[in-house]
């Protein structure tokens, strides 16, 4: 999605602008662009393609000042064309980046037309400029154009907005997309998120919805909804420059991947340091709402969904309580029953989904008193609109494609199920003391499973050369087999399918042919028997099979079947370590069709619109 960076200093702002856009490039974009104001001109360089490109560009044309903001787009209204990047300028007056999504533009662009306002591009963000202009000579100051501007808009931005006639601040609203202040020696900064300013600061101020800000050189003014002006809380980030930076990987997805023993451990600690399942890891008022609730609704989208639907086994096992788990961007238009004994799990790791932040918000509106935030990004969207919180500890995630994110959430899922299996009376001390024992083991099989990399590259040369493939599982595996199809699909753009393994006759068995790979996840579960049944479906099909086996899942290799031995069965956690096959099968998949493995095409790493 699109990244915003702006700063005001004493030295030039250029290198701080680009060096930030070029750590937002994670999030997804296809243009990008720059507007300074120097020595009271605007200037502006924008580029589709690459950061790097628009960097080169503001070399050759010399650009330096001590104010300016910069954008990565990925296109909604519009194509990806320089004249529909941002930053947006209006009549040479103002500059102004945005991200998400006006509704109303339509609305507006024809009051702006009327008035005379003329339009470069097709974007919804052009309005914004126009009518912050408009309202600036009626007398209005920027801040106060910005603030009256904002309550004629409807939908969801950040914006950001430099004017000639003001050229010692900044300004910036926030309403539905991620939006904070970096402080500074003698200079501020606003970014999307705190990666962009990590290099230069990292006391941050979190901006709430409705809130707009004034940034000058040494000060920083925040405003509330009303326009009223309101104290704010700075926090130290803990986001560090090494987790943004690739070390020895080829890839930020290769890095990840490859983090997941000490991303697991870490969200794990607290629980290991203290010997038990305790609720207080869940917030304050987590003992009370963790006890009486009666049954758990989980939102989420994409990989977090899987971590969801994996965690449904779970909780309806092991803690008794029913579960449903249902995609954010689906529950939040249909007129869902809403139970108030049930709490509300959400789970992203952006903790900025607009989704998932919305189904929030709709099932909080259907009489849902209680919700809990499973979320990588402290202070984010979601876990701020959130009762409880948990945190996964995986650290920054760069790759468009999820991975360290999901195994911690799964942890994480997984220390829920056994804080509300135990109020409920149904964790005996040996069954804790098991899980806690298997938790401890789980980031050594993680690393285990790390370890099959050589065998999986070589099928991976296989799979590279194909245009399908299945990915089949059972039980709690079945979202494992969902999620394996989804990072072959998002990284290697080969179209895969995760089916449950049992479904296959169903239909998708009508698929099977020599040139379709089938992928099985296969633990050494009480469903193996079922499993190895279904295999056989596929081979008297003549599909190729490969195999992900346990140790002790007695699978043999013959023609057409390929097994790699994965770890022993890892009991309930055994999902987890499955995962790690399947993410490097889509790596090194995708590293063998020379595909755009951190940024694949269309995708952005967080979805703050629809
Ligand atoms: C996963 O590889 C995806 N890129 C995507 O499905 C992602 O999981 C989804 O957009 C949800 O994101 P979130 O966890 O940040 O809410």
Redesign the pocket.
Known sequence: MCGIVGAISDRDVVPVLIEGLKRLEYRGYDSSGIAVLSEGQMRRVRRTGRVAEMAAAAEAEDLHAGLGIGHTRWATHGGVTEANAHPHISRGELALVHNGIIENHEAQRERLTALGYGFESQTDTEVIGHLIHHHMSQGLDLLTALQTTTRELTGAYAVAVVSRAQPDRMVCARMGCPLLIGLGEGENMIASDVSALVQVTRRVVFMDEGQTALLTRDSVSLFNEQDREIEYEVHLSDVSLASLELGPYRHFMQKEIHEQPSALADTLEAVIDAGQFCHSMFGAKAEAILGEIEGVQIL??????YAGLTARYWIEAIAGLPCSVEIASEYRYREAYANPRHLIVT???????L??LEALKYAKALGHPHSLAI???PESA?PRASELILYTRAGAEIG????K??TT?LAALFQLTCVLAKQRGRLSASAEEEYLDQLRFLPGSVQHALNLEPQIMAWAEHFATKDNALFLGRGLHYPIAMEGA??LK?ISYIHAEGYPAGELKHGPLALVDSEMPVVVIAPNDSLLEKLKSNTQEVRARGGELFIFADQDSCFEESEGVHVIRTPRHAGLLSPIVHTIPVQLLAYHTALSRGTDVDKPRN?????TVE
């Open positions: 989420a989208c994409g990989t977090s969904h789970i992203s790791q952006s903790g900025e989904t989704d998932t979320c990588n990004v979601i468009v494609a999820s991975t994110a999901f959430q989804l990072k998002e995708l952005a790493k967080a979805v």
